[in-house]
C-alpha cells in the first residue's frame, strides 16, 4: 500500500510540471508547450513537404486573426540529435496557406514568421528535417507561439 501511496505521489508530481499543451493541443498566442518526438509520436505527411514520406509530428491549434502576423518558434530544448522542422496551415485544410520552415532560428532550430489569411483555428505541425527511417532523429522541443513578425527571434542555448 505504502508503494502505491508513492507511485501515486510521483505520478501526482510528474503531472504539475507538465507544461501545458506539451505533445500537442491547443496552444494560444503567447503561449509555449513542451513535447517529444519519439518512437511513439504518430506520422503523416506534412503540408508543404514534397512527396508521400511519413514525417513523425505533434499537432498543435492556434485560432489566428487574418492580416495579424505571429511568430513561430521550435527550439530543441534536449542535446539529443534532433532538427525541429515547422509547418502551418490555415483553418481551410492542408493546403491553405501552407508555410514551413527548418532552419531559420539556427543550430538547426525553426522559425516561421507567418501572416494567415483567414481568421480562425489554423494547425501547426511540429516536425523533424529527417522521416524517421533511420529513428535517429528524436528529442524534445519547445513550441512558442508569440504576437507579431520577429525576424530575430533565437533560441535559447542548451
Ligand atoms: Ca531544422
Redesign the pocket.
Given at each position: 500500500m505504502k508503494q502505491v501511496m508513492i507511485a501515486v505521489l510521483v505520478a501526482m508530481s510528474v503531472g504539475a510540471c507538465a507544461p501545458v499543451g506539451g505533445g500537442g493541443g491547443p496552444i494560444t498566442v503567447g503561449g509555449m508547450a513542451d513535447g517529444f518526438i519519439g518512437f511513439l509520436t504518430p506520422e503523416s505527411t506534412i503540408p508543404g513537404r514534397s512527396g508521400t514520406t511519413q514525417y513523425r509530428r505533434e499537432l498543435y491549434t492556434v485560432s489566428l486573426t487574418a492580416g495579424m502576423p505571429v511568430t513561430l518558434l521550435?527550439c530543441r530544448t534536449s542535446v539529443e540529435r534532433f532538427?525541429?522542422?515547422?509547418a502551418i496551415h490555415g483553418p481551410v485544410g492542408p493546403m491553405d496557406n501552407v508555410e514551413t520552415?527548418?532552419?531559420s532560428?539556427g543550430d538547426?532550430?525553426?522559425r516561421l514568421i507567418y501572416t494567415p489569411m483567414t481568421t480562425g483555428v489554423h494547425t501547426i505541425y511540429a516536425t523533424?528535417?529527417s522521416s524517421f527511417s533511420s529513428n535517429s532523429n528524436n528529442g524534445a522541443y519547445r513550441l512558442t507561439v508569440t504576437a507579431g513578425a520577429n525576424p530575430t527571434a533565437t533560441c535559447p542555448a542548451i
Open positions: 521550435m532538427d525541429p522542422y515547422l520552415n527548418d532552419d532560428a538547426y532550430n525553426s523533424t528535417f
